[in-house]
């Protein structure tokens, strides 16, 4: 069975610094990836995903991040931290496979300080 | 052109009454998941629905919950009997088929039982 690993369930850093969210995650096969942000009692918004092609992949606010599969991970960069960057980030994989649901990491808590 | 609905967005439930979360998928959108999640942990999956069809419903407890997409309307996850533990926030997410790679989600539904 799939599964995802979240190293680290909060991550603190300074305004201006370096984002490194890590997800890896286990599957036999390549699966779709994805990185989800959840705002307080917000719901789920898809920051950027992973299917076939290029393996670094852009998302949205500045997010970027690498699949590599030898290290079977998916983890999460940003230069430079903003305060609105503060949430919720869950990774999360599905299988190759028409309607297959996602699977998802515990989630990270970032908090960014001024 | 709306997202994922759903309503209401905090209900109260007293331990032993029925608890009714519904979820209007995007426009176009044929296909809804489900989703809970407890504190401090990531979403699970709990059932995957097609119109009119019960495609995968691994993730539902085996008693007292029940989902359902009819023909026509909005896609119905009832809680019969609540109990203190089913107190989460329930998420439903929608996809244009099944070949689709992405599921948007909706705000939930932040049940509390007391």
């Known amino acids: 069975a799939q599964s995802v690993t979240q190293l680290g369930s909060h991550v603190s850093v300074s305004e201006g610094a370096l984002v490194l969210l890590r997800c890896n995650y286990s599957s036999s096969v390549p699966p779709y990836l994805f990185w989800y942000v959840q705002y307080p009692n917000q719901g789920l918004q898809l920051l950027l995903k992973y299917t076939t092609g290029a393996t670094l992949v852009k998302g949205i606010n500045g997010f970027e991040a690498e699949f590599k599969k030898s290290e079977t991970s998916f983890h999460l960069t940003k230069p430079s931290a903003h305060m609105s960057d503060a949430a919720e980030y869950f990774c999360?994989?599905?299988?190759?496979?028409?309607?297959?649901?996602?699977?998802f990491g515990k989630g990270t808590t970032l908090s960014v300080s001024s | 052109n709306a997202g994922v609905m759903q309503n209401p967005r905090h209900l109260v439930r007293r331990r032993g009454q029925e608890a009714r979360l519904r979820c209007s998928p995007m426009?176009?959108?044929?296909?809804v998941y489900w989703y809970r999640q407890l504190p401090e942990e990531g979403l699970k999956f709990m059932v995957y629905l097609q119109k009119e069809n019960i495609i995968d419903e691994s993730g539902m407890p085996k008693e007292r919950f029940s989902a359902e997409f009819p023909k026509e309307g909005p896609s119905i996850l009832r809680i019969q009997q609540v109990v203190r533990g089913d107190s989460a926030a329930y998420f439903c997410?929608?996809?244009?088929?099944?070949?689709?790679?992405?599921?948007?989600f909706g705000q939930g539904t932040r049940l509390t039982v007391v």
């Open positions: 426009k176009g959108h044929s296909h």
């Open positions: 999360a994989v599905s299988e190759r496979e028409a309607g297959t649901a996602l699977i």
């Open positions: 997410a929608s996809s244009p088929g099944q070949l689709y790679t992405e599921a948007f």
